[in-house]
T-cell receptor, first 111, second 119 residues
Framework: GEDVEQSLFLSVREGDSSVINCTYT??????LYWYKQEPGAGLQLLTY?????DMKQDQRLTVLLNKKDKHLSLRIADTQTGDSAIYFC???????????FGSGTRLLVRP | EAGVVQSPRYKIIEKKQPVAFWCNPI?????LYWYRQNLGQGPELLIR????????DSQLPKDRFSAERLKGVDSTLKIQPAELGDSAVYLC?????????????????FGSGTQLSVL
C-alpha cells in the first residue's frame, strides 16, 4: 500500500540551512511534491520534482530525489523565521490524480 | 486574483447535528477536491469533481457525507449526522486540467479550510 513517512519536528537557527526528509514506499511515483502549511492556512505548493530527475533547485529551495532509496528531501538555504510552518511531502502514482501526503514535519526557526 | 475561498472558517457543533461547508474555487478551475485533514496528519482525499461530475467519491463515507457541485463552480460538503470522529479540518482545492497533460503535473490550490469540532 501507499506509505509516506516524515519526521515530526525540526528546529533550526535563523540563517542556517534546513533539511526536511521524506521516505515513500511506492516505486511508481511519478511526481513528488513539497507543500507548506502555515498556521490556520491551507497548503501552498512550494516545489515539485519529476521522478526522472534527481535534483531541482528553485531559489532557496533544493529538492533531492534518491529513487533507489525512495528518499526525498527539501533543503531550505538561509532559513528565515517566516519559513516556520508544517511541510508535507506528497506524491502521485503513475497517471493517477490522487495525491498521497505524508503526515508533515513541523519546522521551527529560532531567531 | 482571489484564491480558493471556504466558509465557515470554524464550526463547533454537537454530535448528531448536521453541518455544511462551502467552497468557491479559483475562477476557471474545472476540477475541485474535498480533503479531510485530521490533527497531526496530512490531507486525505474525500471526493473529486470534474465540472459538476463527481468522478471519484470512493473515499467519501456515503452513509453520512454528501457533496454537490451543481453548476460546476461552487461546492458544498455536508455531514448528517456528525460524529465525534468527524472533528478535523476540511480542505477544498481546485485545479485547471490541461488537455493532453491530464494529471501529469496538476497544480492544486488549497483554501484555508473549515475547522470542525464535534462535541
Amino acid at each position: 500500500g501507499e506509505d509516506v513517512e516524515q519526521s515530526l519536528f525540526l528546529s533550526v537557527r535563523e540563517g542556517d540551512s534546513s533539511v526536511i526528509n521524506c521516505t515513500y514506499t511506492d516505486s511508481s511515483s511519478t511526481y513528488l511534491y513539497w507543500y507548506k502549511q502555515e498556521p490556520g492556512a491551507g497548503l501552498q505548493l512550494l516545489t515539485y520534482i519529476f521522478s526522472n530527475m534527481d535534483m531541482k533547485q528553485d531559489q532557496r529551495l533544493t529538492v533531492l530525489l534518491n529513487k533507489k532509496d525512495k528518499h526525498l528531501s527539501l533543503r531550505i538555504a538561509d532559513t528565515q523565521t517566516g519559513d516556520s510552518a508544517i511541510y508535507f511531502c506528497a506524491f502521485k502514482m503513475g497517471s493517477s490524480y490522487k495525491l498521497i501526503f505524508g503526515s508533515g514535519t513541523r519546522l521551527l526557526v529560532r531567531p | 486574483e482571489a484564491g480558493v475561498v471556504q466558509s465557515p472558517r470554524y464550526k463547533i457543533i454537537e454530535k448528531k447535528q448536521p453541518v455544511a461547508f462551502w467552497c468557491n474555487p479559483i475562477s476557471g478551475h474545472n476540477t475541485l477536491y474535498w480533503y479531510r485533514q485530521n490533527l497531526g496528519q496530512g490531507p486525505e482525499l474525500l471526493i473529486r469533481y470534474e465540472n459538476e461530475e463527481a468522478v471519484d467519491d470512493s473515499q467519501l463515507p456515503k452513509d453520512r457525507f454528501s457533496a454537490e457541485r451543481l453548476k460546476g463552480v461552487d461546492s458544498t460538503l455536508k455531514i448528517q449526522p456528525a460524529e465525534l470522529g468527524d472533528s478535523a479540518v476540511y480542505l477544498c482545492a481546485s485545479s485547471l486540467d490541461w488537455q493532453g497533460r491530464r494529471f501529469a503535473n496538476e497544480k492544486l490550490f488549497f483554501g484555508s479550510g473549515t475547522q470542525l469540532s464535534v462535541l
